[in-house]
């Protein structure tokens, strides 16, 4: 798991840019978040071929780890850091959590989306220079140029999957990142220095299905099939590519 975490979040896809945050808007998805202690903010979105800024509906918890953002394409449900990310490794609570917002939100956009997602990213624990270069000969197989090593680096590796949740059978994206990160985190003791290997993850139905047919009945099951997922790859990431020979 990760030694600090990023953030994890699920998004569903639909159109939501008839949600604009009026008074009466803000009042109806309000009433069930409240009493989660979230509280309501705008954000502004910006799309291609738009002369200027929208403005968006979001919600936030009073301690910021959760938020909620209704933007023109997708819902996103986020979970942020707190204690240095270590609430970010529990990923059965996580679901738990985004199935019951789910479960207040999609029925009051009363639209079906059609593509679900689950991603998130976060760090490992602190090597020396030569462990981490080490890690970039296993990942990246680097030219004689770089045979000593690289400050910075990333690989991306992408597949398909064949999944069934809820009664559907669904084609997969599967998309691993890993990447060397060198600079600055904030945190919420401040500013702190990285130098560390970066795993990004994203589980997500291929895009080419656009029937609208995911409700939050589907959200738990997918994200059981999402979290066995991850879990696999960061550990195949670890035993591959961190452990010593």
Same mark, same amino acid.
């Given at each position: 798991?990760?030694?600090?975490?990023?953030n994890l979040?699920?998004? /569903?896809?639909?159109? *939501?840019s008839?949600i604009?945050? %009026?008074?009466?808007?803000?009042?109806?998805y309000? *009433?069930?978040?409240?009493?989660?202690?979230?509280? @309501?903010y705008?954000?502004? +979105?910006?799309?291609?071929?738009?002369?200027?800024?929208?403005?968006?509906l979001?919600f936030?918890?009073?301690?910021?780890?959760?938020? /909620?953002n209704?933007?023109?394409?997708?819902?996103d449900? +986020?979970?942020n850091?707190v204690?240095?990310?270590?609430?970010l490794?529990?990923?059965?609570?996580?679901?738990k959590?985004?199935?019951?917002?789910? *479960?207040?939100?999609? @029925?009051?956009?009363?639209?079906k989306?059609?593509?679900?997602?689950?991603?998130?990213?976060?760090?490992?624990?602190?090597?020396?220079?030569?462990?981490?270069?080490?890690?970039?000969?296993?990942?990246?197989?680097?030219?004689?140029?770089? #045979?000593?090593?690289?400050?910075?680096w990333d690989?991306r590796? #992408?597949?398909?999957v064949?999944?069934e949740?809820?009664?559907?059978?669904?084609?997969?994206?599967?998309i691993?990142?890993?990447?060397?990160?060198?600079?600055?985190?904030?945190?919420?003791?401040?500013?702190?220095?990285?130098?560390?290997?970066?795993?990004?993850f994203d589980?997500? %139905?291929?895009?080419? *299905?656009?029937?609208?047919?995911?409700?939050?009945?589907?959200? #738990?099951?997918?994200? +059981?099939?999402? /979290?066995?997922?991850?879990?696999?790859?960061?550990?195949?990431? +670890?035993?591959?590519?961190t452990?010593?020979d």
């Open positions: 798991m990760f030694d600090l975490g990023g979040q699920c998004s /569903i896809f639909l159109d *939501a008839r604009s945050p %009026t008074t009466d808007t803000i009042a109806t309000l *009433a069930p978040l409240a009493v989660k202690g979230f509280i @309501p705008t954000f502004q +979105e910006i799309l291609p071929g738009n002369p200027g800024p929208l403005n968006r979001g936030q918890s009073l301690d910021k780890e959760w938020t /909620i209704l933007t023109s394409q997708r819902i449900i +986020e979970r850091p204690n240095d990310g270590k609430n490794n529990d990923h059965v609570d996580f679901a959590q985004v199935s019951n917002f789910f *479960a207040e939100v999609l @029925p009051l956009v009363n639209m989306g059609h593509r679900i997602s689950f991603s998130g990213n976060g760090l490992l624990g602190e090597m020396d220079e030569g462990e981490l270069t080490d890690v970039y000969k296993k990942v990246i197989n680097p030219i004689p140029l770089y #045979a000593r090593g690289a400050f910075e690989s590796s #992408a597949r398909h064949d999944v949740f809820n009664g559907k059978q669904e084609t997969c994206n599967i691993t990142m890993v990447n060397r990160v060198n600079g600055e985190i904030q945190n919420q003791d401040g500013t702190r220095d990285i130098n560390r290997i970066q795993i990004k589980f997500n %139905t291929i895009p080419d *299905a656009t029937e609208s047919r995911f409700t939050q009945e589907d959200v #738990a099951p997918f994200l +059981e099939i999402g /979290i066995d997922m991850i879990t696999r790859l960061l550990g195949e990431v +670890e035993d591959t590519y452990k010593n």
